[in-house]
């Protein structure tokens, strides 16, 4: 029986829709590599009706690398490394903006495992986008300015402190999480370590500032990447099902949940692959 994995782009830059695979069944070791190889070509991939259990989405997050535990997100029941997004009008969302996640720490994801496991009739959909073609329609010279820069990245710009103040111990959990994670600095252009490639690695999230410019520059050159980063063209939209799956390349994409279903509930699993530190080789 042929193992050939069958994937439609979604889009010229960013998006794949993988077909004829089981999730639920593990992957050999041949379906892996397609999948691994058609991961960095296409950044994010999309998988309709795969009820996995949360320990089959670790196991297959497992492939790809060790996982992160996040330190305030709730999890699903028994396995903690697969995060609960459960958003309704009790607990509305804190993802509707554009963001790469855990982007607050040394070495953020490589990538995330996100399955629909309850959604609303209509809305919620996610959006991602492209660093890789973000930064590749940018002009020579703004390439040159951006390239030896460094911006700082900081969890309670996702975070804040008034969010999570609910009960004693939901503070003295954001308390350990700020002293665990002070603010530090990525390269504004990161190169991915397997393709080589070039992306824009701030986002909306967590990048607080360039450091050495002055706080109007930054800011200035900031919101323009911001703005830029999410451009229509540069991104793909998925409307989803329940039981589709998303795999998608966190050290070059940024992603946006819309928030446009409440009061209706949206339930969520997601596994975070560990990743590397950002470097910039030009």
Known sequence: MSEKVNITPLGPYIGGQVQG?????????????????????????????????PAQQRGLALRFGNLHIHPVYPHAEGVEEIILLDTHNDNPPDNDNWHTDVTFIETPPAGAILAAKLLPETGGDTLWTSGIAAYEALSAPLKRLLSGLEAEHDFRKSFPEYKHTRTEAEHARWREAVAKNPPLTHPVVRTHPVSGKQALFVNEGFTTRIVDLTQKESDALLAFLFAH????????????????IAIWDNRVTQHYANAD?????????RATILGDKPFYRG
């Open 261 to 269: 279903y409440l009061p209706a509930r949206r339930v969520m699993h």
């Open 229 to 244: 980063i999410t451009k229509p063209e540069f991104q793909v939209r998925w409307r989803w099902q329940e039981n589709d």
């Open 21 to 53: 695979l089981d999730l639920t069944r593990g992957l050999s070791d041949n379906q892996f590599e397609q999948i691994y190889h058609a991961l960095i070509r296409h950044q994010v991939l999309f998988f309709r009706d795969q009820p996995i259990t």
